[in-house]
């Protein structure tokens, strides 16, 4: 987890600094629900999210990110089942004007999914871990509050993870701040 922060505020400051040289480039910071789902049942976790984005034009632009899917915790009277799953992404968005400060977007691209999975018993721990690259989508509404702040809602696929083929999607809201 240690290295996954590291990663997480090396990326917000190359998106900071990036963003002092691109004009209509982006920040977002979501947090929400993350649905994993497989053939044992569905389990909610917390979701937490920072990308950074910029504009080509009006309608398109680039998204980066990272995404922490949170932490699934089973446990026994003699084992414990802890999951931990999360994601960096890279996808192209295209956003469409609904009213003067209503917008949609969509955005479609691959995100690298990383899974690991504890099995701890009384006499044993199992550790598995796995990296898939899948593609990702994503829809969302973001309402402009002010010229650089915009609240955003949004749903995001990123596929099947993992050995148990687990399902992971996420429904966050959040705020983005435009450079």
Not at 50 to 55: D, E
Not at 111 to 132: D, G, H, L, M, P
Not at 136 to 155: P, Q, R, S, V, W
Request: proline residues 1%; neutral net charge; aromatic residues 12%.
């Amino acid at each position: 987890m240690k290295n996954y922060f590291m990663m997480a505020l090396l990326g917000a400051t190359l998106a900071i600094s990036l963003a002092a040289q691109a004009e209509q480039s982006y920040v977002k910071a979501n947090i929400g629900s993350s649905v994993y789902k497989n053939s044992d049942g569905k389990f909610d976790e917390t979701a937490v999210s920072l990308a950074y984005g910029f504009k080509v034009d009006e309608n398109f632009g680039v998204e980066g990110g990272v995404i922490d899917f949170g932490q699934g915790e089973q446990r026994g009277l003699l084992y414990s089942n802890i999951t931990e799953r999360r994601a960096i992404y890279l996808a192209g968005v295209s956003t469409i004007p609904l009213q003067d400060k209503l917008s949609a977007f969509g955005k479609l691209g691959i995100a690298v999914n990383q899974y690991e999975n504890r099995f701890v018993t009384t006499v044993s721990n199992e550790i598995e871990k796995t990296t898939r690259t899948r593609p990702m989508m994503g829809l969302g509404l973001a309402y402009k509050f002010t010229k650089e702040i915009d609240g955003t809602i949004e749903y995001q696929y990123f596929g099947k993870v993992g050995e148990d083929r687990l399902e992971v999607s996420t429904m966050t809201a959040g705020v983005k701040y435009n450079f």
